[in-house]
């Protein structure tokens, strides 16, 4: 049942526009998420008159977004009755937190857990994951429960997409982690010391095969009167879905970053599958279109370090010539080894090499720093122990005794 499918049942004692609560519905449908017009859309299927949509809207919003509510008892600007009747049909509270790790560098991990779609049987999980650095901080969050694509050198690439994420539940890895961080104007934190500055979806999935859900939620987060973060500071990473790139300039119009990390298609068909679909020449070409494409608003292209696959001076010789008349930046990653994986980090000597070779083509090409490996947080690592299963083994499971 999605939000706008709620109907709103009215006593037939009670006065014309009276607002009744209905049963409270053990999957309240959740307004975390929605848009503006999608809010108001809710609302008015809910049955609050017209005149008042924008007003209680607005009112909702700023509860959420701005103040951090997790219920509606806190929203005294609405009368008691018609928080007691929203309660009983809408839910706007976070996702589980399943476990919470902090790794020796101060990257924070949280496993989350979504809502079961079964009664009884526990839902899917997601990781999430926060990178402090000396003057911003960054918030790496996900689009999907595993991952559709098989890039070999992922760790999230192994499992098995489970599913899409909403946008809600986009949105609400944002909420769980300003909950954990104080970042809520009424903890006691100077709320001009912003602890998240900036958003990657470069977390679990690939954003542009959950496209509406991730555009709604990006809309959510860039929204001015609310968690207010510029779509300067976000960044959307794709492996190359190349009929998606111009869409999302339209429609988003945020930071892009292409996951690239090979030269040419033979190497790349190995690295991420997808470019067999989608060649290097093709991938690029969506690149030079990219709405709003500008040195300012530069693409950022991903380039893991593997040793002896993709790290020689010919193969940046090559990077440099493939991405010239690019505005573009490269982010040099060292990989970031995962139980059973068939790569090594190549070598630092060499990753110098390598950075100092474009970056004297005229390319900044920060070396990004591993973080978090401890705790299996660093990129390309993520990965939950969701796997997809027949609702009769996760019954039984979710009742087995513990011990």
């Not at 067999?276 to 494409?293: M, Q």
Request: hydrophobic share 35%.
């Amino acid at each position: 049942m999605t939000t706008l499918d709620i109907a709103h049942d009215k006593q037939s004692t009670a006065p014309a526009g009276a607002l009744t609560a209905p049963a409270p519905h053990p999957l309240r449908p959740s307004l975390v998420g929605l848009t503006r017009p999608r809010l108001m859309q809710a609302l008015a299927d809910f049955g609050l008159p017209e005149k008042q949509l924008r007003m209680r809207a607005g009112q909702i919003w700023n509860g959420i977004y701005n103040r951090g509510l997790t219920d509606f008892d806190g929203m005294t600007t609405l009368s008691k009755e018609l928080r007691q009747t929203l309660a009983a049909a809408f839910d706007i509270s976070r996702l589980e937190v399943v476990t919470e790790q902090k790794s020796v560098d101060g990257t924070r991990k949280w496993l989350l857990r979504l809502p079961s779609a079964v009664p009884g049987v526990p839902g899917p999980e997601i990781e999430t994951v926060y990178i402090p650095e000396e003057g911003r901080g960054t918030l790496c969050i996900s689009s999907q429960v595993g991952c559709t694509l098989t890039c070999t050198f992922c760790h999230t690439g192994t499992q098995k997409l489970v599913r899409n994420l909403t946008a809600g539940e986009i949105v609400g890895q944002i909420m769980v982690a300003r909950d954990a961080l104080g970042e809520w104007p009424d903890s006691n934190r100077n709320s001009d010391d912003r602890l998240i500055t900036n958003i990657v979806m470069m977390g679990m999935g690939e954003p542009l095969y959950n496209f509406e859900n991730v555009r709604d939620a990006l809309e959510v987060i860039s929204d001015g009167e609310g968690i207010s973060l510029s779509k300067r500071r976000i960044t959307l990473s794709t492996s190359g879905v190349v009929p998606m790139i111009e869409k999302a300039g339209t429609e988003i119009g945020c930071m892009l970053a292409i996951s690239l990390h090979a030269v040419n298609d033979e190497t790349r068909n190995k690295l991420v599958p997808l470019n067999k679909k989608y060649p290097i020449r093709e991938l690029l070409e969506a690149c030079r279109n990219y709405p709003g494409l500008s040195n300012a608003r530069r693409i950022t292209f991903e380039y893991v370090m593997l040793k002896d696959v993709n790290d020689s001076i010919e193969d940046a010789k090559e990077l440099v010539r493939l991405l010239k008349g690019i505005p573009a930046k490269i982010n040099l990653i060292p990989f970031n080894p995962w139980p059973g994986s068939p790569y090594e980090c190549s070598d630092w000597a060499q990753i110098e090499k390598f950075a100092d070779f474009v970056n004297r083509a005229g390319y900044a090409s920060p070396v990004r720093t591993p973080r978090g490996r401890d705790i299996m947080a660093a990129c390309g690592q993520l990965k939950s122990e969701t796997v997809k299963k027949r609702a009769s083994e996760r019954f039984r499971e979710a009742a087995q005794p513990t011990g």
